[in-house]
């Protein structure tokens, strides 16, 4: 499964950043996407999600900020990030699975940097 995620960088506190990450048509129509971040130390937390019938779930503190969509047409998904805050800083990673039970498939992960 490949996942190709770009769009980190960094950005001053209450910026905006939207992370992408390209896959192939049939993982996008079967799986559910999710965007998880890491943080030194940390374990990966999950940030937001979309069922292939799209359906979503979010992090209660991306909750407003935040949104996850998916491009059929383009195999993309995104995940758009507003009001960011320094506490947002982290890796990104892009995340393909079958099931919730399963740990399914990871993108290389892509830096957010949220200055304050």
């Known amino acids: 499964v490949q996942l190709v995620e770009s769009g980190g960088g960094v950005v001053q506190f209450g910026g905006s950043l939207r992370l992408s990450c390209a896959t192939s048509?049939?993982?996008?129509?079967?799986?559910?996407m999710g965007w998880y971040r890491q943080t030194p130390g940390n374990q990966r937390e999950l940030v937001a999600r979309v069922s292939s019938s799209g359906t979503t779930t979010y992090a209660d503190s991306v909750k407003g900020r935040f949104s996850i969509s998916r491009d059929g047409e383009k195999n993309t998904v995104y995940l758009q990030m507003n009001s960011l805050k320094p506490e947002d800083t982290a890796v990104y990673y892009c995340?393909?699975?079958?099931?919730?039970?399963?740990?399914?498939?990871w993108g290389q992960g892509t830096q957010v940097t949220v200055s304050s």
């Open positions: 995340n393909a699975r079958i099931s919730p039970y399963n740990a399914g498939s």
């Open positions: 048509p049939s993982i996008i129509r079967t799986n559910i």
